[in-house]
């Protein structure tokens, strides 16, 4: 990017998408600058939910398991960026959006989902 040039915005699913998959994979420290709204209240609610997996986050190196296997802490995900997916875990069933990460801090209730932005008024 150069001075005075295009401002190119990144969809903030993009960027909660990005952070949920490093956490999932292992990562543990993130970095921000100048994230404003919608940016700012969506990453807030995603580390909250992250915030009430960190137990189990932080319990055992992460593993990145089939869905047959069950963890104190779940991370949903569907790659695919054209299609949504329903997937059966845990004797549930989910629907993921496409290119999105849901969050189940009690392998059963999504509280997050990367791909869903809710702004909060007043």
Request: proline residues 6%; contains cysteine; hydrophobic residues 40%.
């Amino acid at each position: 990017m150069e001075f005075g040039g295009p401002i190119h915005q990144r969809p903030v699913q993009d960027v909660a998408y990005a952070i949920a998959r490093f956490i999932q994979r292992g990562g543990s420290f993130i970095d921000y600058y100048m994230v404003w709204q919608p940016k700012y209240g969506h990453l807030k609610e995603l580390h909250r939910a992250i915030k009430m997996c960190e137990r189990a986050l932080v319990s055992v190196d992460p593993i990145v398991t089939s869905l047959a296997s069950l963890q104190c802490a779940s991370f949903l995900s569907n790659y695919d960026t054209k299609s949504a997916a329903r997937v059966l875990f845990n004797n549930m069933h989910y629907n993921l959006p496409p290119w999105s990460i849901s969050i189940l801090p009690d392998c059963r209730n999504v509280v997050f989902n990367t791909a869903k932005v809710y702004i909060k008024r007043g």
